[in-house]
């Protein structure tokens, strides 16, 4: 058994993060770089210069694969070449996107939208790169899910049902996929300084709301989620399966 301190080294171990262009995701990507981890940044817009940089800097490979996830035929596309570069040991399925609506006026093309991206490319990237997991008995799965897994928020109700699903999801794959050394996961961001809150942000009263209820005193930033992606992602995780880890500042403790 590794000390406590190397069972979070992840040199040589290929992770794919998608959405890593900016937000979470680029946070999440830059910690597996730092963790010793080449990464496959499957998303949709121009590679992020600061985590070119900070590839460089660190000495791994950073790859770029072109996707959108709310188009079927790139998505089977995108995977086929994340395989052809790479074995891939990690999957972060962080790309989402969020439309408010009042729920009685929800147009349902934009329901579509979001259960596409958010929930049905989650089924399709784990069960695409789970298969190579399974056979080299090692791969790791991190979802990411959210507050709106635990509650139902408000003008949201694509969202919420979107990362009800990814919870869901997360739990079937871990109960058919852990005896063969994959750990499939979850994390719930709370409520995090990105461009998907920007509206939440600009609004004082909720803004003012949703400040009040942290715990922490402050909203989330995309470094605050990289260390529980990177345990998760690590030997230290190997025992944890089908859960999702909040990191809300404390906010689900109100
Ligand atoms: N921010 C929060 O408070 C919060 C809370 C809970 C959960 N989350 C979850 O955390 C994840 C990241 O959120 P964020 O706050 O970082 O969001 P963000 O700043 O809005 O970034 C969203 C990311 O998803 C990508 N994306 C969206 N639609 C896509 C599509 N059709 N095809 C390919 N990529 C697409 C974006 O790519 P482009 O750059 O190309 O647009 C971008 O990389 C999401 O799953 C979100 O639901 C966020």
Sequence with gaps: MNALSNQFDLTGRTAVVTGA??????????????????????????????????????????????????????????????????????????????????????????????MDVNARAVFQLCTAFARGMIERRQGKIVNLSSLLAFQGGLRVPAYAASKGAVDQLTKAFANEWARHGVNVNAVAPGYFETDMNAALLADAERSAQIFGRIPAGRWGKPHDIAGAVVFLCSSAADYVHGITLPVDGGWLGR
């Design 21 to 114: 262009s900016r937000g979470i995701g680029a946070g999440i990507a830059l910690g597996l770089l730092q963790a010793g981890a080449d990464v496959i940044a499957l998303q949709r817009s121009a590679p992020n210069a600061e985590l070119r940089d900070a590839a460089q800097k660190a000495g791994r490979r950073l790859i770029h694969v072109k996707v959108d996830f709310s188009e079927q035929a790139s998505i089977g596309a995108a995977i086929d070449e994340c395989l052809s570069q790479r074995a891939v040991d990690i999957l972060v399925n962080n790309a989402g996107t969020q439309i408010r609506h009042d729920s009685v006026d929800f147009p349902l093309e934009d329901f579509d939208t979001v």
